[in-house]
C-alpha cells in the first residue's frame, strides 16, 4: 500500500510548530510567556501599506502571476541600488516570492542538488535542511562559532557541494558578514562549482552600521539572495520578498514557480511596492531598534 513520503515521516515536528503549542499552553495556564518563537515583529505594520493594501483590493482577485507585477519588481530592484548600490535588472535578475520561506525551501529543487550536498551553518534555519532533504540531496553541517565570527571554515568546503546557504545577519547570534567574506565565498564556489544562497531576512535590523549583502560582491554569477518585507516592514503574515540571482537562475524560478502556484496576491504586491519605495526606512530602522 502507498503510503506517506517517508522524508515527511522522518522529520521531527517542525519547531517552530512545537513551540507554538508550547506558548498557547503555557497561555493558557496563566504563565506570562516571552516569546522567542518564529519571530513575529511587536511593531505594527506602517499605515500607508495597509492602506495601500486596502486600496488595491478589487471586487474579484484573479490569480497572480509568478513573475509578479513589473511594478513590484522595479521597486525592488530600485530598494537594492539605493540600499546596497548594486544594479540588479527587474526583468531578468529578480523575482518576487511569497515571502522567503517557501522559496527558499524550493530552491534545492529548482537545482541540480539530488544525490549532492546541500551545505549550510550550524545553528541554522531549518527550512534549509527540509528542503534539501525533500530534493533528495544529502545536507552537511558547518560549525558556527564565535572564534571565527560566527562565520563557517571555507578551507572545509568540498567539490561534493552543490549548493551553500549563509545566512547574515545570522540568526540566532545575530553576527554580520564582511564583504570580504563573501568575496572570498565567490572563489570557493568558482573553485568548487558550487551555488551560493544568501538567507538576508536580517540586513534591514541593525544596531550601528547596516550590513552588507552578498549582492555587493565583485563577481556575482554565484550568487542567489534572498529578501523579505517581514521583519524589514512588519509584514510577516503578508508574505512577500523576492530572490535576486543571475538570470538563468530567475529563468528557471519563473519556470518552475507557476507550478507550484506560488506568488503574493496581486493586492499585496500593491502594498509591497509602497514597503519598498519607503526611503525613510533605513533612518526608521535604527532608530526602532536600539533600544532592544
Same mark, same amino acid.
Given at each position: 500500500? &502507498? ?41 505594527? &505594520? ?30 525592488? *530592484?530600485?530598494?537594492?541600488? &539605493? ?49 534539501? #532533504? ?7 553541517? #558547518? ?29 540566532? &547570534?545575530?553576527?554580520?558578514? =564582511? ?18 544562497? *544568501? ?11 547596516? =550590513?552588507? *549583502? ?25 508574505? *512577500? ?22 506568488? =503574493? ?28
Amino acid at each position: 500500500m &502507498t503510503g506517506i513520503n517517508p522524508t515527511l515521516t522522518e522529520l521531527a515536528t517542525y519547531p517552530f510548530v512545537r513551540l507554538e503549542e508550547k506558548r498557547r499552553e503555557l497561555l493558557a495556564a496563566g504563565v506570562d510567556v516571552i516569546d522567542f518563537g518564529k519571530g513575529d515583529p511587536n511593531e505594527p &505594520t506602517d499605515p500607508m501599506i495597509r492602506q495601500a493594501l486596502v486600496d488595491a483590493l478589487p471586487e474579484r482577485a484573479p490569480y497572480p502571476l509568478a513573475a509578479g507585477l513589473p511594478e513590484l519588481r522595479e521597486a525592488a *530592484s530600485r530598494w537594492c541600488r &539605493t540600499r546596497f548600490g548594486v544594479a540588479v535588472d527587474p526583468e531578468t535578475e529578480l523575482v518576487p516570492t511569497y515571502g522567503s520561506k517557501e522559496a527558499i525551501f524550493s530552491l534545492a529543487e529548482v537545482l541540480d542538488t539530488s544525490g549532492r550536498v546541500v551545505a549550510f551553518g550550524e545553528p541554522a534555519y531549518p527550512v534549509y535542511e527540509r528542503g534539501a #532533504l525533500f530534493a533528495g540531496a544529502d545536507v552537511r553541517t #558547518l560549525p558556527l562559532v564565535r572564534e571565527h565570527g560566527f562565520l563557517p571554515d571555507l578551507d572545509a568546503l568540498t567539490d561534493d557541494i552543490a549548493l551553500l546557504w549563509v545566512n547574515y545577519p545570522h540568526n540566532p &547570534t545575530g553576527a554580520p558578514a =564582511p564583504l570580504d567574506f563573501y568575496e572570498r565565498l565567490v572563489e570557493c564556489a568558482r573553485e568548487l562549482d558550487f551555488w551560493i544562497a *544568501s538567507d538576508e531576512a536580517y540586513t534591514e535590523l541593525w544596531f550601528d552600521e547596516p =550590513p552588507v *549583502s552578498a549582492l555587493q560582491a565583485g563577481d556575482r554569477s554565484r550568487m542567489i539572495v534572498f529578501q523579505t518585507l517581514s521583519k524589514r516592514s512588519s509584514m510577516t503574515g503578508y508574505r *512577500s520578498g523576492f530572490v535576486a540571482a543571475p538570470p538563468e537562475i530567475v529563468s528557471a524560478l519563473k519556470a518552475y514557480r507557476p507550478t507550484v502556484g506560488t506568488a =503574493p496576491q496581486e493586492f499585496v504586491q500593491r502594498a509591497s511596492v509602497v514597503a519598498w519605495n519607503d526611503e525613510r526606512h533605513v533612518e526608521e530602522t535604527v532608530v526602532s531598534r536600539t533600544y532592544r
